[in-house]
């Protein structure tokens, strides 16, 4: 008897544990999915950030362009944005690729404002954007007929295998822009002494822009060692920044290159680059020695083709001190030192950011092309060279480094000095040099500068004048400028 209660007892306990078990295992379950369906509606419902810095970044009579800088999404689901006219849904746009917009169709001198909103794989929705308020022109601006653009890519195409120079090519290409300028340095083409060449990247660049149809404008620049001064070495300066001890050195090197590239259709050479710099023509800037050395180098490139163009070097934005020249400065000595035969167009970068072109101030690079009282315009019209062109071999701003950063179109006050700006304006700030160059008479062609950010430290604004990201994707400029040459 005994042995039967203990075994009904023994039974018993096993189904109490098989009851507990289960119990434990539904709770647990229960409690699992109570915790992950309270994790997923955490992350749910977070909702992008509100899309910042809307921008008018071009207006025709029938059309305005916005950019805007990207929202971000906690949980990685930014789906896309909705983009709203007079407070009334308009489109939706896909992200994160896109952040810019064409409004067409519109009517001329006619106001819109604009907002826009992000939202997410589930459905969540940003605020709205700041809105911006615009007007249509009401007459299509003056067109001068120069459709001349380009980008300017230092020596970015060089050495690339045969696969990433024809997809960098495409790309230029695809913005609609007819030209590439890139450096064709003497110190890469002769290394070593006077007497060998190697053309080897040049003349793979040369077959490959030909074959997507784009011109180039060769930068004639830079010494090698060999060549250097005895002045350059005492000093213990950059070899490559001064001018050569013989500049009949240079015009052989600059009558070679002609030689052999005026068959490929090479016509126009830019002699040196930013020689008003002390950095770039060392020990300082001197427009009678850059006289010499432009004098020298025409003449040869001329005995090739006597119809070829001469642009000088493009003069970067400076003040006439500490060994700089400011660009009127020195195309005034250029002038005094008896060059005006030896060029056909003047070369010059007028960067202006964290303003934008339009803004006018005597210190504004591109207001001293024709603006200001004394400006590039004004010498060269006083020296009989009206007729002569100014070629903006240079014209970019970065969109990051380590300082403040401009996010107007407007300002006009510039407060803590920002060394670069949005997105957003630097598109704006393009379509706003485009539209310049087609109206004014004088201009010769625009260079964007240029293609691709050269890094993502923000050390220092050099690495980002891109208008691609470091990885390739497209920031606003991309967009606005196609749109621009294309459309």
């Not at 309270?38 to 305005?64: E, M």
């Not at 896309?80 to 308009?90: C, E, P, S, T």
């Amino acid at each position: 008897m005994k042995f039967q209660l203990n075994g009904f007892t023994s039974e018993r306990n096993k189904r109490k544990r098989a009851v507990f078990s289960f119990v434990f295992l539904l709770l647990l379950t229960a409690t699992v999915a109570f915790f992950s369906l309270t994790y997923s509606l955490a992350f749910a419902q977070s909702a992008p950030t509100i899309p910042a810095d809307l921008t008018v970044v071009a207006r025709t009579t029938t059309s305005i362009s916005l950019a805007w800088s990207p929202s971000t999404d906690s949980d990685g689901t930014l789906a896309g944005y909705k983009i709203y006219r007079n407070g009334v849904w308009l489109v939706t746009l896909p992200a994160p690729a896109t952040t810019w917009f064409k409004n067409s169709s519109l009517a001329p001198n006619t106001s819109y404002r604009y907002t826009v909103l992000a939202y997410d794989t589930s459905g969540n929705m940003s605020g709205q954007s700041s809105s911006v308020t615009v007007n249509t022109l009401a007459t299509t601006p003056a067109n001068n007929g120069n459709n001349t653009f380009g980008v300017s890519v230092g020596e970015a195409l060089l050495g690339l295998s045969t696969a990433d120079r024809n997809a960098y090519l495409a790309n230029i290409a695809s913005l609609g822009v007819t030209w590439i300028r890139f450096d064709m340095d003497w110190s890469h083409i002769q290394p070593n002494n006077s007497t060998s060449y190697n053309w080897s990247n040049i003349d793979m660049l040369v077959a490959a822009a030909n074959s997507y149809h784009l011109k180039l404008l060769p930068i004639l620049d830079y010494t090698p060692t060999w060549a250097e001064s005895s002045a350059c070495k005492a000093l213990n300066l950059n070899a490559n920044r001064c001018p050569p001890a013989q500049m009949s050195q240079f015009a052989a090197y600059a009558k070679a290159a002609a030689q052999r590239y005026t068959p490929d259709g090479i016509t126009d050479w830019e002699i040196w680059n930013e020689q008003n710099l002390s950095g770039m023509w060392q020990p300082a800037a001197d427009g009678k020695a850059y006289e010499a050395l432009l004098q020298l180098t025409a003449n040869a490139i001329r005995s090739v083709n006597p119809t070829a163009g001469i642009i000088t070097g493009g003069m970067a934005p400076a003040v006439s001190s500490n060994g700089n020249l400011s660009p009127t400065d020195f195309l005034t000595q250029l002038y005094a030192a008896g060059g005006k035969p030896y060029f056909n167009a003047v070369g010059m970068h007028p960067y202006t950011y964290p303003a934008m072109p339009t803004y006018y101030a005597p210190w504004n690079a591109w207001s001293q092309l024709a603006s200001t009282p004394i400006s590039l315009r004004s010498i060269m019209t006083a020296n009989g060279d009206s007729g002569k062109r100014i070629w903006m071999t240079e014209y970019g701003a970065p969109t990051g480094g380590p300082g403040n950063v401009e996010d107007s179109t407007q300002d006009t006050q510039f407060s803590g000095a920002p060394d670069h700006v949005t997105g957003p304006v630097q598109a704006a700030m393009f379509a706003s040099a485009i539209t310049s160059v087609k109206q004014d008479t004088w201009s010769g062609p625009l260079f964007f500068y240029t293609r691709v950010d050269m890094g993502t430290s923000e050390t220092t604004n050099e690495n980002f004048f891109g208008l691609l990201h470091y990885d390739g994707s497209e920031k606003p400029a991309y967009a606005t400028i196609k749109d621009l040459l294309i459309n």
